[in-house]
Structure formats: C-alpha cells, structure tokens
C-alpha cells in the first residue's frame, strides 16, 4: 500500500470503488493494465521440483530468450480475463487490444474501463478513438495507486503460478504459457470479492 500525492486522489478512488461495490446496472466493469517485460528465462539447469520435505529448486542462473508484455482486463463482475501479449507498449498496442475487447459487445452496451492515467492511455489518439465509442468510459487510477485496480491482483496471481517458477526455452514457449493460463483461468472463473468502501480507504 502507498498513499498517493494525486490531488484527486479521494474523487477517483471514490470513482473507481464505486464501480466495484456498486455497479451501473446491465454495465460492464473492467480493469485494465499491462504487465511489461515479461522476461523469457530458462534456467541453466533443470528445476528439481517439490517433494515431501524438500521445497522446490532452481539454479540462480539463466539464459535470456527475449521480453513481452502482456496487455489484460479483469471482468470485475464474472472474473474473466482477456489478455494479448505485444512486442510493444505503445498507444498503437493500447488502442488494438480496446478495440478487440470491446468487439463482443453491442454498440450500446455501456462499458467502465479501470486503468492508470500513463501517456499511452490518455493522448489525442485515445480521445478519437473514445468518440468513436461512446459507450466506453475511461475511469483513471489515482496516480501511485496501482493497488485499488484489480487486474494487478491478478497479475500477481499469474506470477506466482505460471511465470516467476518458470523455465522458457523461447519466447513463444513463455507466451505459449501466458496464454494457456489465461484459458484455464477463464474456464473456471470466479470475481474476486472487493470489500473496502471508499470512506475505509480514505480513513
């Protein structure tokens, strides 16, 4: 946790809970953010797995086989992730994965997007493509406040489970993993359950 500097830090952290505790009804709600430079580690010797009284083992060495980053949104009311993994993290980037997430929906479906205000997600080339979709809505992130956005959960999850224990003898095999949990996962989804108000958090 850490306290934002961001003069509207109350009105978005307001702004941004609201939508988790109290949704508009029939809305979508998603939470948005890349995970960048996602390495590509093969360790040099192969991992010795965990068993009964020993804890997993890996070499602290390792070969480098290139970087992504992985472009995802959370689903805030079923738990499903979207995710894309680019070469780039750029508006370029940010702009094709919006346009593919919100393609399933219609036209009028009204859609609350969570993300952090970076340049790449609020410049002239985002605002032309927010008017040519009128029912999504940007909801910024107090800046320094990446813990209030949902999908950094998330990405802590895939972390832990399917990146950081990890040994990738390519950068298609560590991208062939990211994709594979995010299947899975979204097989078996479920929401996680925010509980704070904004008035606990602001005290």
Known sequence: FKMSTDPEFASKVVD???LYLDPPAGAVVLSFDEKSQVQALERTQPVLP?????????????????????FAALDVLTGKVIGQTFRRKRTT????????LVKPYPADQEIHVILDNLRTHN??????W????????FHFTPKGSSWVNQIETWFGIITRQAIRRGSFRSLAE???RINNYITHWTEDADP???TATADQILE
């Open 93 to 100: 980037e940010f702009l094709r994965f919006m346009s593919r």
């Open 130 to 137: 927010l008017a040519k979709h009128p029912n999504v809505t």
């Open 50 to 70: 965990l068993a009964f009284d020993k804890t997993e083992k890996r070499t602290h060495d390792y070969v480098r086989h290139g970087t992504t980053n992985l």
């Open 174 to 176: 560590l991208i062939q």
């Open 16 to 18: 941004v809970v609201g």
């Open 123 to 128: 410049n002239d080339a985002v605002s032309i």
């Open 192 to 194: 996680f359950e925010w």
